[in-house]
């Protein structure tokens, strides 16, 4: 079974910097993977799928990259609602869908 | 505008069913190509993929919980339905219903419910 992990566990950044959050899969997911956002006592939201496509309604602000094993979510300017927690999910091989563990993006 | 609303009990014993049901508005269950997903998350934890049924009926099942899991659909309440047996204080958790295509993925999730196992 593949295994996502992200990095780092909590990311602490300043109002208008950049965040750059990782996921590396154990295994090739081609450029099937998904990245989430999930504030407090939300659902979680989709950002971005086949590795690089922001889904509807998603800020320019967002922007991920990579394929294989090796993904970043990037957040160019964050802004005072984007301090959540994120998740990829890899598709690639599935059931099961597999998450990583999530990336806390706190206030410096 | 599609929309997903969990429904059942918020406390279920340990060694019962814990059961669950997704209804969904603002478009047809049954459309095809769509699957509809269940997913949990433990207080504090991340999130587990629990299973996924297609318009067809077909099921996957995450290996880890196949063995107590049970999802299905009754398209004339624009429902899906999960059963999870013998449960445990490891089963507590917010549950979610979601619409699942591989491609976007989890485009969307009801607001979720917190089933607490518990004597």
């Known amino acids: 079974e593949i295994v996502m992990t992200q990095s780092p566990a909590t990311l602490s950044v300043s109002p208008g910097e950049r965040a750059t959050l990782s996921c590396r899969a154990s295994?090739?997911?081609?450029?099937?993977l998904a990245w989430y956002q999930q504030k407090p006592g939300q659902a979680p939201r989709l950002l971005i799928y086949g590795a690089s496509t922001r889904a509807t309604g998603i800020p320019a602000r967002f922007s991920g990259s990579g394929s294989g094993t090796e993904f970043t979510l990037t957040i160019s300017s964050l802004q005072s609602e984007d301090f959540a927690v994120y998740y990829c999910?890899?598709?690639?091989?599935?059931?099961?869908?597999?998450f990583g563990g999530g990336t806390k993006v706190e206030i410096k | 505008q599609l929309q997903l609303q969990e429904s059942g009990p918020g406390l279920v014993k340990p060694s019962e069913t814990l059961s669950l049901t997704c209804t969904v508005s603002g478009g047809s269950i049954t459309t095809s190509s769509y699957y509809w997903a269940w997913i949990r998350q433990p207080p504090g934890k991340g999130l587990e993929w629990i299973g996924s049924?297609?318009?067809?009926?077909?099921?996957y099942y995450n290996p880890s919980l196949r063995s107590r899991v049970t999802i299905s659909v009754d398209p004339s309440k624009n429902q899906f339905s999960l059963n999870l047996s013998s449960v445990t204080a490891a089963d507590t958790a917010v549950y979610y219903c979601?619409?699942?295509?591989?491609?976007?993925?989890?485009?969307?999730w009801g607001q979720g419910t917190l089933v607490t196992v518990s004597s």
């Open positions: 295994q090739s997911v081609s450029s099937n």
């Open positions: 999910q890899q598709y690639n091989n599935w059931p099961p869908l597999i």
């Open positions: 979601a619409k699942h295509n591989p491609e976007p993925g989890l485009d969307y």
């Open positions: 049924i297609y318009s067809s009926g077909n099921t």
